[in-house]
Nanobody, 127 residues
Framework: QVQLVESGGGLVQAGGSRRLSCAAS????????MGWFRQAPGKEREFVAA????????YYADSVKGRFTISRDNAKNTVYLQMNSTKPEDTAVYYC????????????????????WGQGTQVTVSS
């Protein structure tokens, strides 16, 4: 069983920055692929960013590429999402997810590729 706890959500002005954190339980965190997804009201959950177990590969949705950065600290069992140049359309609940078994690079960007999910943290970007 893996538990994921997100933090760092809140209100940010458009153009501002916010860093989300996701703390994971489990002794083998360094072997997990990790991802961030988000869900806005009335919309489906969508992929935001992902990082391979080593941190050597990262993946981004086109909508956040160049603005958001995913990173991980395996010594702290934590994955981060640095959000810069935020826009009102970034408003959503952000979820952290863990991929225990590698399924291929495609599944880093698909919700079906993840085995455990956090409860989510709300980010609201005001215009």
């Amino acid at each position: 069983q893996v538990q994921l706890v997100e933090s760092g959500g809140g209100l940010v002005q458009a153009g501002g920055s916010r860093r989300l954190s996701c703390a994971a339980s489990g002794r083998t965190f360094s072997s997990y692929g990790m991802g961030w997804f988000r869900q806005a009201p009335g919309k489906e959950r969508e992929f935001v960013a992902a990082i391979s177990w080593s941190g050597g590969s990262t993946y981004y949705a086109d909508s956040v590429k160049g603005r958001f950065t995913i990173s991980r600290d395996n010594a702290k069992n934590t994955v981060y999402l640095q959000m810069n140049s935020t826009k009102p359309e970034d408003t959503a609940v952000y979820y952290c997810a863990a991929q225990i078994y590698y399924r291929g690079s495609y599944y880093y960007t698909a919700a079906a590729g993840y085995d455990y999910w956090g409860q989510g943290t709300q980010v609201t970007v005001s215009s």
